[in-house]
């Protein structure tokens, strides 16, 4: 099977090595590209694995799951990596395309297009979702890092 990322690979040895945890994702866009499949494939353990630790509490897992059972996903195009944030922030425009069903019960493409948060912590990528509650400007970023959350992964949310 070739994998659902679109990397021209074998899912075995593409996004299959990181949703087994046989490997940890080498950069943000990487982890992007491995957070997809997992979409696809309905690994839903592991988009809660690879969102920032301190919300994977608040993620509602039954509706992660609904939803990227009921989406027709058609590919990922991965835009641009907008790290100038430092090494330890990054983040990364795609567009993930899906088919949306029309009256005339045909389908038509659309996408996705985003710009996602990554935090690095401790050597592991993680996406910071932006729908979950968030830190005010002045608490501790919510990446453990010690820092305000408006100093540290605030400027990656922001466009
Ligand atoms: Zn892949
Ligand atoms: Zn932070």
């Not at 690979?9 to 990487?30: F, R, V």
């Not at 659309?110 to 400007?137: C, G, N, Q």
């Amino acid at each position: 099977m070739w994998c659902p990322c679109g990397s021209g690979l074998n899912y075995s040895a593409c996004c299959q090595l990181l949703h087994l945890g046989q490997e940890i994702a080498q950069s943000a866009e990487q982890l992007m590209r491995s957070r997809y499949s997992a979409y696809v494939l309905q690994e839903i353990d592991y988009i809660v694995k690879t969102t920032a630790p301190s919300q994977q509490k608040l993620l509602d897992q039954q509706a992660i799951a609904t939803w990227s059972k009921q989406t027709k996903w058609d590919g990922l195009d991965v835009i641009a990596d907008h790290s100038k944030l430092g090494k330890n922030h990054a983040q990364v425009e795609f567009k993930a395309y899906y088919l949306a069903p029309t009256v005339a019960d045909s389908a038509i493409r659309d996408a996705h297009h985003e710009r996602s948060a990554f935090v690095k912590i401790a050597e592991h990528w993680y996406f910071i979702d932006p729908t979950v509650a968030l830190p005010t400007m002045k608490q501790p970023c919510l990446c453990g890092s010690q820092k305000k959350f408006k100093l540290c992964c605030y400027p990656c949310l922001t466009d």
